[in-house]
Every structure is written in C-alpha cells, then in structure tokens.
C-alpha cells in the first residue's frame, strides 16, 4: 500500500484527528436515527413486530455491500474511497423519516445499511492503516470518538423528540450538516493507494478459522450495542411508560457511558489486557441487563443500558487488534471480523423486534444479557501473544503459558 509521502510525526498527528472526526461524522448519524425511531414507528403506523422486520433491512444492505468496501478502497484510494462512501451514508439519514409506509421504509434502510456497512468498513481499515504507521494503539479512541459522535447524534435527537419536532426536517437538517463536515474531515486522512500491480482483493473477505471465534465475541458486543441502540427508547416508552424526550434520553445516556469507556480503553487495556478487561467489562454488562428486565423504574433502566455500553465499549476494537494477530493475512482477518460484527449490530434490532412481537421487549433484553454474559465466558479468545522484553505486568500474566 503507497500513498502519502509525507508520514512525519505532524502529518500523522493531522492524520489521526482526521479519521476520528470521520468516526465521529459517522456515530453521529447513528445516534440521530436511533433517538427517532419511535417517531418513524408513528408515521409509517408500524408495530413492534413490523418495525423489526424493517430494522432487519439495514443488515441486509449491509451484508451484500460491505464485502464490496475492498474493491471501492483499490479502485479509487482509501480518501477518495472513503470521501464518497461516508457522503452517501451521511445522505442517507434522510430517507427512513419519509418513508410512509413498510415497504417504503424497507427500502429506505436497505439503502441505509448498505452505506452504513461500507463507509464502516473503510474507515476502520483507515484508521488501522493509521495505527500501524503511528506504531501505537489509537482503534479505541476512534471507537470512542465514534461513540461521542452517536452521543452528539442522540443529543440532538432528543431535543428534537422533547420538542415534538418532525423527524423529516430534523434529519435533513442533520444530514446536510454531517455531510459537509465529513467532507471536511476526509481531506486530512492519510491517501492511501493501491500499488498497480496489487492484485485486487476477493469480493468477500472470508476470515480464517482462527478469527471466527473474535468475530463471535464481536458478534455479541455489537448485538448489544444495536439492540441498545435501536430499542433502549421504545423500551422505556411501551414497558415503563415515559414520555418521548426522556425515552430519547435513554439512548444519550447510553452513547454517553460507551463514549467515555472507548476514549479511556487504551489506558485500561494496557494496564490490565485484553482478557481481563473484556471479563470485567462482560461482567459489568450483565449487571446492566439485570438491571433493565427486573427494575420498573426508568431512573434504573437508563442506569442499566448506560451499564450495557460501559461493559461492551472497548470489545470492538479489541477483536479488530486480536484478527490482526490470528493469522497469516491481517487484512483478510479484520475484514472478515469486521462484516461479521456489523452485521450482528445490524441483525439486533430486527431479532429484538421479532422476539418482543413473540413475547415481550422484557424477554428480548433477557435475551440480550444472556450475549452479555458470553463476552466473560469467551474473553480468552482475545487473548494476546507472548509480550516483548519490557512489557507490562498485565501482559506478561495475561500470555504466561500461551503458545504464540
């Protein structure tokens, strides 16, 4: 891969501010869609069972167009690459507050997750391009900065629902200022080519055996994360009965503790490793499942889904540094990972819907902790290799015995 010539110390810094604000853009997109889904459940009269079956949509999408991201990054270079992608996904928030109907709004969040999953794909693949070059870890601080964009997102999204505001103009608004900002953002990413004589990649980045069971634990963090996400606000309003802006708030405070726990994750991951942050943070959302079956309360409910983002914030990133290390083809491994993991984010919401319009939200957020849990009894397939001379002692502990 060739690109900039320039890769000193300023350029780098320049470049990794860049990409975070990208990864930022796009959590704010996100977060601006989940907070107004009870909206867009109104408009289009939708139930909790039909409502799912759209939400299944954008997992669809993303499932055929995320493969496709490898060939758009050496076609045209991972800024033009990226430039186009997140301007389409940015654009895209605009079409489910339209739709007036289920078959409108299914195709609306095709469209959706299929920009959703490959403008992903790219700049995650930027941002460990970016890593690597910088020689130390930046994934979660990018997820972090991620995590503060949904925060922005679903902020201003529950201003939005509070003042009964439509969806439609508030998600214009927000797509066109998103737009022009990850625009902006995208001319300080490093520009990365393709050399002419690479080969180009496979249209689907299949992951080797060795990476399967990371994707696994990605699966059940994002699972998690969008079911949080897409369904932490319907929750609040049909099983505890709140009114629309402090639903919406729920989504916020969920943004928030995942925003706060990825911007902080390389500290803790460095001092205490992989495992046995992954455990805790297990443990921690699970308490914050729990928490939201058994208690009727709101107050406790917000703090149990701000528990859930606490617990899985830093799983992401770290299964992209453990696909790294699981095989002879790096890049192959995290993308493989990375469709897996997506697309169980994008899988939640649909699953959550289809479980509650079976039984109850109750029984789809039991269903929830149940994955939680596995990220505790699963931890140790992130395990790192063999620390080098003068690591810390959490590494050392962590790899003591383990073959490389």
């Known amino acids: 891969m060739t690109g900039d010539i320039d890769l000193s110390p300023a350029r780098l810094r320049r470049a990794r501010f860049a990409i975070a604000a990208v990864f930022c853009a796009h959590g704010a997109v996100t977060g601006s869609f989940a907070t107004r889904i009870p909206w867009i459940q109104d408009h289009a009269e939708l139930s909790a069972g039909t409502l799912g079956l759209a939400l299944a949509f954008p997992a669809l999408g993303a499932a055929l167009a995320m493969p496709l991201a490898g060939r758009v990054n050496h076609r045209f270079g991972a800024r033009t690459a990226l430039r186009g992608l997140l301007a389409l996904w940015t654009l895209s928030l605009i079409l489910p507050s339209l739709a007036p109907n289920l078959p409108a709004l299914c195709a609306a969040l095709f469209v959706y997750g299929a920009t959703s999953g490959m403008s992903d794909v790219a700049m995650n693949a930027l941002g460990v391009e970016t890593e690597n070059r910088l020689g130390r870890s930046v994934m979660s601080s990018l997820h972090g900065m991620w995590s503060v964009g949904a925060l922005l997102g679903s902020a201003a999204g529950t201003v939005a629902a509070h003042a009964g505001a439509d969806a439609r103009l508030h998600h214009l608004v927000a797509a066109l200022v998103l737009t022009a900002a990850g625009l902006a953002a995208v001319q300080g990413v490093l520009d990365l080519r393709s050399d002419q004589e690479e080969e180009a990649p496979p249209r689907f980045a299949l992951p080797p055996r060795s990476a399967l069971l990371i994707g696994a634990m990605g699966f059940c963090a994002v699972f998690a994360e969008g079911a949080s996400l897409d369904w932490s606000a319907v929750y609040l309003r049909d099983v505890l009965d709140t009114d629309a802006g402090l639903a919406a708030a729920s989504t916020t405070a969920f943004a928030l503790t995942m925003a706060v726990a990825r911007l902080a994750g390389d500290r803790v991951v460095d001092r205490f490793g992989a495992v046995r942050t992954v455990r805790a943070g297990g443990a921690v959302a699970t308490a914050g499942g729990l928490i939201v079956v058994s208690v009727r309360e709101p107050a406790a409910a917000m703090a149990g889904f701000g528990l859930i983002g606490l617990g899985i914030a830093v799983v992401v990133p770290l299964a992209f540094a453990a696909a790294a290390r699981s095989g002879p083809a790096p890049a192959q491994a995290?993308?493989?990972?990375?469709?897996?993991?997506?697309?169980?984010?994008?899988?939640?919401?649909?699953?959550?819907?289809?479980?509650?319009?079976?039984?109850?939200?109750?029984?789809?957020?039991?269903?929830?902790?149940?994955?939680?849990?596995?990220?505790?009894?699963?931890?140790?397939?992130?395990?790192?290799?063999?620390?080098?001379?003068?690591?810390s002692a959490a590494d050392r502990d962590e790899t003591a015995g383990i073959r490389p």
Do not use: C, E, H, N
């Open 334 to 391: 995290i993308a493989g990972v990375a469709t897996i993991t997506y697309t169980s984010g994008l899988i939640a919401p649909s699953a959550i819907g289809a479980v509650a319009d079976a039984t109850s939200l109750v029984v789809s957020f039991g269903l929830v902790t149940l994955l939680a849990f596995m990220l505790v009894a699963g931890a140790a397939v992130l395990r790192q290799k063999p620390a080098a001379p003068g690591a």
